[in-house]
């Protein structure tokens, strides 16, 4: 019996990309032929809808445009993750950013069984840095970056990639919790987390074309990128981030006692009460936030053992279809 070609599903989450969206299709088209291509319409207020519909037509390519209301990129992708069944999933922006001609070299790892999740590098060539005209983004990359690295002893180079691709085991076992931008970080975390194989490979990027804008603000992402830092150590090192509070919160109890210390050792009578007090509630809540950090570290473990077993069990499906 021969085996059944393996489906390929592309997914292009669009919020306003009626500039973009027609020439992003025909160039992934041209270039995966037999692909799914799913547009996820994101409350667009232009003509991407129609358009998209028109293009797919044109094309007499296989696939659909499907709407989510819920507004972020994360919804838009969690819905066609829920509604689109393939062996191969390839995600990328509609927004001509990403080299559909290398779409290929992404897909062939997964397709190989090499990888659970391939990533578009734009950072080792230089293309994001040199084309990229928000040099604050490319500084909350690289902050971001780093840390993820340190902290799961990785060594990627681009965490935050909007152009992947993904094996089914991986599609069907990642829960997108996140609404926005912050996919893509979240989805790298998840398999660092998971142990699953990644494989970076260099693409070139260039920056938007004229007449196309940017759904990205400067600021707002610049919040993100501090708050997706303090969220990658809550949640996936809680242990480490409630003890270095614990740390803090204990050294400032310390700090306020030295004066109530001193008036004890001297003079057997404590003058400073208010110090007294606050030292000794500072203390209590350095212990609090000690027992919570073991307690969700001990959680998260278990959690990591349940994960672990559900994996299994999609493998042993995928190898042993049931009849």
Not at 123 to 146: D, I, M, P
Not at 239 to 245: K, M, Y
Not at 269 to 288: G, K, M, S
């Amino acid at each position: 019996m021969t085996k059944p070609m393996p489906t390929i599903a592309l997914i292009l989450p669009a919020y306003n990309e009626a500039a973009t969206i027609a020439p992003t299709i025909e160039a992934f088209y041209q270039a995966l032929p037999e692909a799914r291509i799913v547009v996820v319409n994101n409350n667009s207020a232009d003509a991407t809808r129609s358009i998209a519909e028109q293009t797919l037509a044109q094309l007499g390519a296989k696939g659909e445009v499907v709407d989510e209301l819920a507004q972020g990129k994360g919804n838009a992708v969690r819905r066609a993750f829920l509604s689109v069944d393939a062996d191969v999933y390839v995600l990328a922006d509609a927004d001509l950013t990403y080299p559909a001609d290398q779409v290929h070299d992404l897909i062939a790892p997964v397709l190989e069984g090499r990888a659970d999740m391939v990533v578009g590098d734009r950072r080792s060539g230089g293309h994001y840095n040199a084309e990229n005209k928000r040099r604050f983004h490319n500084f909350g990359n690289a902050l971001v970056q780093k840390l993820v690295n340190r902290l799961f002893a990785a060594r990627l180079a681009d965490i935050m990639s909007g152009y992947r691709a993904f094996s089914r085991t991986f599609v069907k076992s990642y829960p997108i919790l996140v609404s926005g931008f912050q996919l893509e970080t979240d989805m790298t975390l998840h398999s660092l987390h998971r142990r699953m194989r990644i494989v970076e490979i260099p693409i070139a990027y260039r920056d938007r074309p004229e007449g196309s804008y940017s759904k990205l603000n400067t600021f707002a992402d610049g919040a993100s990128v501090i708050f997706t830092i303090a969220q990658i150590l809550r949640y996936y090192r809680p242990l480490l981030f409630f003890v270095s509070f614990s740390l803090l919160f204990a050294l400032a109890g310390f700090i306020a006692a030295i004066p109530v210390f001193h008036d004890w050792i001297t003079e057997r009578y404590i003058h400073h009460l208010p110090l007294a007090v606050l030292a000794a509630a500072f203390e209590i809540v350095a212990f609090l936030l000690l027992a919570v950090g073991l307690i969700l570290d001990s959680i998260s473990h278990h959690e990591k053992m349940r994960t672990e077993l559900h994996q299994l069990d999609l493998e042993r499906r995928q190898a042993r279809p049931e009849p």
